[in-house]
């Protein structure tokens, strides 16, 4: 007979989706009053203090204790009826705002806990509190993420190139069962866990049209996602920073990356309500010739693959593998009209 995952409940309001950026790259906030302060929560459209709408998303400490517990041995939502009883709380935040969290099986009343946002099975983010030595093990039964790597079968659309060479390392030495590539005789599609499309870096320029890349990986989608959510699974991109802002002396390379970060995108919505996910790189600086004049250091294969792992391990959506990336990524944030005249006014080659 086969499996149905549960989804827990998606909806949720404007300002609660909120949650989502922070929580794509493992970071912890919460909304707070530009007039007068005030810590939000949960996420709301106006102040609590002083009924203000200039509410931000801003970085917290994730220190808290625990102010009450419940197990959940019933529950009329499938996602929530299963085995193993969902341990709930209420916690207080060093803000002074009590959040509702799932709580490991070792947390009690008056723990301190540390706490982190998670992705359930749809992509509803949750608050979940854990003793602060086992931050990285996340709620199991509830949450899609972190994804143990050792047993996997995984597939990487070219296993032959850097960036292949150095995943299928990568996945092996994190206790991968299989790395399959195109050619490996011993694939079984009906066994693969892990998709990683390796392949968008290459022949920006070479005998590959973009439509023709666009077209492998919608034949790509189509032959994998009917089977990956059996099993809860994962899609990985690798891309580059041009997907989210361009470089403008490379616009064949942007225009490439700015299709497959749309192509990205349209199936994370389609694994998401099937209760898989999907994650994304965004690298500032590789060693391909598109990034050349781009200035900084270059990241390795190596670090890029290990990455991509750290994030799989870590339950992260979006990846943002070295300095240059995640400080372009503060200034898109922050005003994305700036960083784009910034990036025109870099040297050209």
């Given at each position: 007979m086969k499996r149905i995952f549960a989804i827990p409940p998606r909806l949720?309001?404007?300002a609660a989706l909120g949650m989502t950026g922070p929580a794509a790259i493992g970071r912890f906030a919460l909304q707070v009053c530009d007039d007068c302060s005030t810590v939000q929560y949960p996420p709301q459209e106006f102040c609590r203090q002083c009924l203000s709408s200039a509410l931000v998303w801003r970085e917290q400490t994730r220190q808290a204790a625990v102010l009450a517990e419940a197990s959940v041995y019933h529950s009329l939502e499938p996602a929530f009826s299963g085995p193993t009883a969902p341990h709930t709380g209420l916690v207080r935040h060093n803000s002074?705002?009590?959040?509702?969290a799932f709580l490991k099986d070792n947390c009690c009343v008056g723990n301190t806990v540390h706490l982190s946002y998670v992705f359930a099975p749809g992509g509803s983010v949750v608050v979940q509190a854990a003793p602060p030595a086992a931050d990285k093990e996340k709620v199991s039964a509830m949450t899609i993420t972190p994804r143990p790597l050792?047993?996997?079968n995984c597939y990487l659309t070219d296993s032959e190139n850097p960036l292949g060479q150095a995943c299928k390392s990568?996945?092996?030495d994190a206790g991968a069962a299989n790395v399959w590539g195109p050619s490996s005789r011993e694939a079984d599609d009906s066994k693969v866990e892990l998709v990683v499309e390796t392949n968008w870096y290459a022949d920006t320029y070479g005998g590959t049209s973009l439509g023709q890349r666009m077209e492998a990986h919608l034949e790509l989608a189509e032959r994998f996602t009917p089977i990956l959510p059996d099993r809860k699974c994962t899609w990985v991109f690798a891309l580059s920073f041009a997907a989210l802002s361009a470089y403008p002396d490379q616009p064949r390379h942007s225009a490439q990356m700015a299709a497959a970060q749309a192509l990205a995108i349209s199936l994370r919505a389609k694994l998401l309500n099937q209760g898989a996910r999907l994650v994304v790189a965004y690298p500032a600086k590789l060693d391909i010739e598109?990034?050349?004049?781009?200035?900084?250091?270059?990241?390795?294969w190596p670090?890029?693959?290990?990455a991509l792992v750290t994030a799989l391990q870590n339950g992260h959506e979006d990846v943002y593998?070295?300095?240059?990336?995640?400080?372009?990524l503060e200034r898109l944030t922050k005003d994305r009209?700036?960083?784009?005249?910034?990036m025109a006014m870099s040297p050209a080659p």
């Open positions: 949720r309001s404007r002074g705002v009590v959040l509702v050792a047993g996997l990568a996945l092996l598109e990034h050349q004049s781009i200035e900084g250091s270059t990241l390795s670090s890029l693959a290990s593998p070295d300095p240059q990336s995640r400080l372009w009209k700036a960083l784009e005249r910034e």
